[in-house]
């Protein structure tokens, strides 16, 4: 049987791809998460489609403006170019939590949105920090991926598919989850 085509991965920004500086403003502390950078280039190089989908709320909590939300936006982006990292698309809910919206993680909207935007395949990967990425990923029928130290989920919260402590376990678990059958 030949191999899947390469399945799209879904990411959460802030404590997945980049640091968590806590509601970024400042373009200048956009840094990647060790790791992140040569994995997403590898998934890029192998032709995954890559899209951003990520909770902003700081916007909607009137903590960021939407001009310093943009700056960081667009560093995020000079740095993910630089890195020859290409994305499909980048999407984001500048919400307060309280607002009802239906794009806020945990609720699938941001990444359903997401996936007929851009036309991205039935499998596919939802990789996040937080309870409410796995939470979203899987209501929008992704396999979850969940970065963050051993043993430091939640054990109330709705269980990932696999949980990595850094970019080389998910570049490893996405290989694998890609290969021929």
């Not at 939407?66 to 919400?95: I, K, M, P, T």
Request: contains cysteine.
């Amino acid at each position: 049987m030949a191999a899947r085509p390469p399945a799209p991965v879904l990411l959460d920004r802030d404590g997945t791809v980049m640091a968590d500086t806590h509601y970024p403003r400042d373009p200048a502390l956009v840094r990647f998460l060790p790791g992140a950078a040569e994995a997403l280039r590898e998934l890029t190089r192998r032709g995954h489609p890559l899209a951003v989908v990520s909770n902003q709320s700081g916007v909607g909590r009137g903590l960021v403006t939407r001009a310093e939300a943009d700056a960081v936006h667009r560093r995020f982006l000079e740095l993910l170019w630089g890195e020859r990292v290409e994305v499909a698309g980048v999407y984001y809910c500048f919400h307060a939590p309280g607002d009802g919206c239906d794009c806020r993680k945990p609720r699938p909207g941001l990444l359903t949105r997401a996936v007929r935007e851009l036309g991205l395949g039935a499998s596919r990967f939802m990789v996040g920090d937080k309870p409410g990425d796995v939470a979203a990923g899987a209501a929008a029928g992704c396999t979850t991926v969940w970065l963050g130290p051993p043993g430091a989920y939640p054990a109330d919260e709705p269980a990932p598919d696999f949980r990595a402590a850094d970019w080389h376990e998910i570049l490893a678990f996405i290989r694998e989850g890609t290969r021929e059958e």
